[in-house]
């Protein structure tokens, strides 16, 4: 079994096979209903626990829908209905449990050292849902979609980042070396990346830019990309963080720099970062990026029970 807790821990041919299998069972469901089983019922009487600490939409639609197409199922979890960190039971007691009652664990928290321990202790495959540090199942999605709708590799492709140096960046730029595209970051002088993430991408020949300027961050991009300024971590000051980033807003004009068939994502939920225009506009896929999470998702879970062909 296989956790899947960081893009980086993974090796660029076991993504890359996600991504494949990906492709291959979205293109035979065709003419399926949301829950039949594909064909081949690969996880078959497995139970994925899910629990979320924070909140989800897209994460637990997707997660709920991916094991139950794999013909699985799925028991979601309220921390706030377990012992855990209330009843006294201890974060070795509940893994024990989990692993015993599941097959598989996806954990959606506001701790790394929680996700660590877990991971630790659980025998079952762990799966990160979104941590403060990274949100890796969302970027391999993303990377699917871009693929999918630009019809080629992404690493042929310019991506483009404006805003927050968050969890999903984090993850964005992990992909940008495992999967050698062109990363243009456009981010305020005090919000960029962290020095040991970028560290890694030098050391790992990763192909990042960053600029202190929206439009010159985007121009030639395939994609623009940006995410909340204010994430579900944040603790600072919001106002100020707001203010911070008003340049570094999406809208009609920056996407003009970008390439023309350029594309426009967000994971969502969304927040100022981006016009209502570009948002709802033509050159918008962020709802084909949020359905495409089902079929990245139980890649990502096959990958961990060891199923991928
Ligand atoms: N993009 C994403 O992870 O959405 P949720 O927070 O709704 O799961
Ligand atoms: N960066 C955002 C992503 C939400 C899916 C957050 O952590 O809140």
Redesign the pocket.
Known sequence: MKHFINIRDIPSKELKKIIFDAKKRKSKRKKFGTLDSDRDFPLKGKLLIQMFEK??????LSFYIAIKQLDGGALTLRPDELHLNKGGESLLDTAKIISSFGNAFMLRTDSEEKLNILKKYMTIPVING?SPKS?PT?VLSDVFTIEEIKKKSISKLQICWIGDSNNVLNSLIEASVKFSFKLNIGCPKNYEPNKELLNWVKKNNGKIKIFNDSKEAAIGSDVIFTDKVISMNDKVNKFRKIKNFKKFKVTSAVMKCAKKDAIFLH???RGPEVSNDVFLGKQSKVFQQ?LNRIYVQKSILLYCFEKLR
């Open positions: 909140s989800s939409l897209r994460t637990r979104l949100h969302q994971c969502l939920p949020a």
